[in-house]
């Protein structure tokens, strides 16, 4: 079915950094090339918290409010709703999941898109798919591992007493 898209990747990294990353609405453009800009954030992630961001994807530039639905750190899962900030009744619900892995985090995102309108439905929606699943969804996983690493490497470490 072309409006349902996913992408998995183990990143070389726990899955509670992992998980911290992918949460961190701050800090989605560092990793998902198609998210230019976070414009407005909560202070407090939580069920029912919402965000906006603008997009860049298919020739065009947009603004897109997402709202949590799902926040389980124990469980790392991280579920929300994405819609046009232009009051388009579309809509797209992504799921993201981190489980413990031998090597590290296995991360798993997952799309259901949800076009309401005509062109949405007859057009858009196949060929955002495609360039969600082919492209977007792999190049982002990529680039979250390594956007994670460089925010890591860069947290000042403190002295536990046990070099001395």
């Known amino acids: 079915m072309p409006g349902r898209v996913s992408a998995s990747r183990i990143l070389d990294m726990p899955a509670d950094d992992a998980f911290s990353a992918v949460t961190d609405i701050s800090r989605l453009p560092a990793w998902n090339a198609a998210i230019t800009a976070v414009l407005e954030q909560p202070n407090h992630l939580s069920v029912g918290a919402q965000w906006i961001v603008e997009v860049h994807a298919l020739g065009q530039t947009w603004h897109s409010r997402s709202q949590v639905e799902t926040l389980d750190p124990i ?7 994405s819609v046009t900030d232009d009051g388009n ?22 799309g259901e898109l949800h076009p309401r309108t005509f062109w949405r439905r007859v057009l858009l929606v196949w060929v955002r798919s495609r360039q969600l699943a082919h492209t977007e969804l792999p190049q982002s996983l990529a680039a979250l591992e390594a956007a994670a690493k ?10 536990t007493g046990d070099d001395q």
């Open 150 to 159: 460089r925010s890591t490497d860069a947290m000042p470490r403190t002295n």
């Open 89 to 110: 009744p579309s809509y797209a619900l992504w799921t993201w999941v981190v489980a413990d892995h031998p090597h590290g985090a296995l991360v798993t995102v997952a």
């Open 75 to 81: 469980g790392r899962c991280f579920a929300y709703r």
